[in-house]
């Protein structure tokens, strides 16, 4: 990346500067979305500043501009970059504080925009069973996507130590609830199934969409109704993978089905 936006204006990347102090940095206080570029526009922009303002919302994080302004900027920043294919990725953080926990009561924000290259097409992935870590259902920070991934991070480096591309979090009771970056989806009987939001599942935007078609729903997945499902995938902002094995057991017939042949080119399409 040659230019970034940081707290309202474009600048070069080499001339950005974060606060040695500020919470996103020393707390992992702040909230993040990564956004498909795709034609030189942002695709569900709409649906991701949303979710970034009902997430802040939450941690009662103030958000310095509004949708209208943060989508100016994102236009901008991806005239600047002169990109068409990309990844943008919006960073929200507290800002500076003294040290301890507790924010600040007059807390000025940072927020940093910037377009990365498209990465290559995922394809299909094995998975294992993450035993390193669970995904807390009960916490609110497993509604939003917060600066502190490290849940997500010991889950992968289990997955690579293992000989996998991606890890599938179990929640405290023990039922699936997402992979260690995107959502989890199986066809059982015909339908599509996703773990429900109560059970640790991000509200991510694909599995909203996919949701809205009205042909899928949400159901508690225990690890049985995955290895015993006819297909399965993942889905984040980027893209669908078709999910192939997990723990060395074909899902399926152990190649990508129809189901999610279809969902791959909708998601290619958009």
Not at 50 to 67: E, F, M
Not at 118 to 140: C, K, L, M, Y
């Amino acid at each position: 990346m040659s230019v970034v936006w940081l707290n309202g204006r474009l600048l070069p990347a080499e001339e950005a500067r974060i606060d040695p102090a500020d919470r996103g940095f020393t707390l992992g206080d702040g909230l993040f979305e990564t956004i498909r570029v795709v034609g030189g526009t942002a695709r569900h922009l709409d649906r991701h500043l949303t979710r970034l303002a009902d997430s802040a919302a939450l941690l009662g994080l103030p958000l310095p501009h509004d949708a209208a302004a943060l989508a100016d900027a994102a236009d901008a920043l991806i005239a600047a970059e002169g990109r068409s294919q990309g990844v943008l990725r919006i960073t929200l953080t507290r800002g500076t504080g003294a040290r301890g926990v507790l924010p600040p009561a007059d807390a000025v924000p940072t927020l940093l925009m910037t377009l990365a290259p498209a990465p290559p097409p995922g394809g299909p992935v094995e998975a294992v069973i993450a035993q390193s870590t669970r995904r807390n259902e009960h916490s609110p920070l497993s509604r939003v996507k917060s600066l502190n991934y490290l849940d997500s991070i010991l889950a992968r480096q289990e997955a690579a130590a293992r000989g996998a591309g991606e890890a599938l979090l179990l929640n405290g009771a023990g039922r699936l609830a997402e992979s260690s970056v995107a959502n989890l989806f199986i066809l059982r009987g015909g339908r599509l199934l996703t773990p429900p939001i109560a059970e640790g599942a991000l509200p991510g935007i694909r599995r909203a969409l996919i949701l809205e078609r009205g042909d899928a729903g949400e159901e508690p997945l225990a690890v049985a109704d995955l290895l015993g499902a006819e297909e399965a995938f993942l889905t984040n902002s980027l893209g669908v993978r078709p999910l192939l094995r997990v723990d060395g057991q074909a899902i399926g017939a152990g190649t990508v089905g129809a189901v999610t042949a279809a969902l791959l080119q909708d998601a290619e399409a958009e």
